[in-house]
């Protein structure tokens, strides 16, 4: 993330960058990845196992679900 922000990337693509973080990790990171979406600086593509913290991102949502999208 620290690279996309001094890059100043207007398409962030995330594969699972909560995985394996603590409860504070994540209250951080979400809050950065709102911040950004919702100001509309960036478009961010995530893959994400844990649809609590997409649903509260996310403007579009798309489940993949027994390799049948949803």
Known sequence: LARLLQMNAKLWLLDEPFAGLD??????????????????KVTVLLVEH??????????????LSEGRLN
């Not at 844990?50 to 489940?63: K, L, M, Q, T």
């Open 50 to 63: 844990r649809y609590d913290i997409v649903r509260d991102i996310a403007d579009n949502e798309y489940v």
């Open 23 to 40: 409860a504070e990790s994540v209250k951080g990171i979400k809050a950065l990845l709102v911040e950004f979406v919702k100001t509309d």
